[in-house]
C-alpha cells in the first residue's frame, strides 16, 4: 500500500502535475489522520469494555462484602437488644428482691456479659485507588465516607469492651460467679458459636456454685448495679447508631444493584 502511494506521488511530480500533488498529499494526510483516530478510537473503546468488566466484578464483589456486613450487623444488633432487655430485668431484680430467681438471674447475667463487636469487612478500594473504576458519584462518596460511619459504632462497642474486662468480669469471677454463668453458656448451648466449623458440638457440666447467698451477694454489689447500668447504656447507644449504619449499608446495596448489569443481579 505504501508503494502504492508512493508511485502515484512521483507520477504527478514527474508530470509536473504539482497541484494535483498538493491536493493529493493533502488528502493522503486526512486520511492518514483518520486512519489514527479509527485506532484510537477501538483502542479506547478496547480500554473503556476492558474497565467496565473490571467495574462490574469490583461491583459484585462489594455486593458480597456489605451483605456479609449487612448480616453481621443484624446479628451484632440482635445481640445488644438481649443485653439491654436483660439488664434491665437485672436492674428491676435489684430493686425488688422478691422477684429474684437464681436460674432467671443467672442467664441474664449471661446475656450480659458478652461482647459483640462489629468486625465489618473493609475494602481497600480508596487506598489502592479501585474506587476510580466506578462510575456511580453517589456510590463512590458513601464508600469513601464508610469507614468513618463504622467508627462510630465500634466507639461506642469499645466502651463497654473496656467496662466488661476491667471490672464487670473481674467483679464475677471475685462473687465466684463465672462458674454459674460459663455452666449456663454451656447448657444453652451459647459456647458453640465460637467453633470455627458450624454444627460442631461440644458438651461440658460445669455444675453451679455450691457458695451460699452467691445471687444475692452479686445484685446487690454496687459495682455489678453500676456496671449493669452501663451495659444498658451502652448497649442502647451502639444499637442507635447501628440503625443508621445499617440503612448506610441498605443504600450502598441499592446503588451497586443498578449499576451491576441484569445477569449479574
Known amino acids: 500500500m505504501i508503494k502504492f502511494f ?3 506521488r512521483r507520477s504527478l511530480i514527474q ?5 494535483k500533488y498538493f491536493k493529493y498529499a493533502i488528502g493522503e494526510i486526512i486520511l492518514v489522520v483518520i486512519g489514527i483516530l ?3 478510537s477501538i483502542n479506547n473503546w478496547n480500554e473503556n469494555r476492558k474497565e467496565r468488566g473490571q467495574e462490574q ?3 459484585l464483589q462489594l455486593q458480597s462484602e456489605f451483605r456479609s456486613n449487612l448480616e453481621q450487623l443484624d446479628q451484632k444488633t440482635d445481640m445488644r437488644n438481649q443485653m439491654t432487655f436483660a439488664a434491665l430485668k437485672l436492674l428491676h431484680n435489684i430493686d ?3 422477684t429474684r430467681n437464681a436460674d432467671s438471674i ?3 447475667i449471661g446475656l450480659t456479659a458478652v461482647n459483640p463487636t462489629f468486625d465489618p469487612i473493609i475494602n481497600d478500594i480508596n487506598s489502592s485507588g479501585r474506587i476510580q473504576l466506578l462510575q456511580n458519584v453517589d456510590l463512590k462518596e458513601r464508600l469513601a465516607r464508610w469507614t468513618s460511619e463504622v467508627i462510630q459504632v465500634t466507639e461506642e462497642e469499645q466502651a463497654w469492651v473496656f467496662i466488661r474486662g476491667n471490672e464487670y468480669l473481674p467483679m464475677l469471677s471475685q462473687k465466684g ?3 454459674n454463668v460459663l455452666n449456663r453458656y454451656w447448657k444453652d448451648n451459647v459456647l458453640s458459636a465460637f467453633h470455627l466449623d458450624v454444627g460442631t458440638k461440644t458438651e461440658i457440666d460445669l455444675g453451679n456454685s455450691k457458695k451460699e447467698n452467691v445471687i444475692s451477694a452479686i445484685l446487690d454489689d454496687p459495682l455489678f448495679e453500676s456496671s449493669i447500668a452501663q451495659c444498658a447504656t451502652y448497649a442502647k447507644l451502639t444499637n442507635s447508631q447501628a440503625v443508621s449504619l445499617r440503612q448506610r449499608i441498605i443504600e450502598i446495596l441499592d446503588l451497586i444493584k443498578q449499576d451491576l448489569e441484569p445477569n449479574n443481579n
Open 6 to 8: 508512493r508511485h502515484i
Open 96 to 98: 425488688h428482691p422478691e
Open 106 to 108: 443467672t442467664k441474664n
Open 38 to 40: 479509527i485506532a484510537l
Open 177 to 179: 460467679f463465672m462458674r
Open 57 to 59: 466484578e469490583l461491583l
Open 15 to 19: 508530470e509536473n502535475k504539482m497541484g
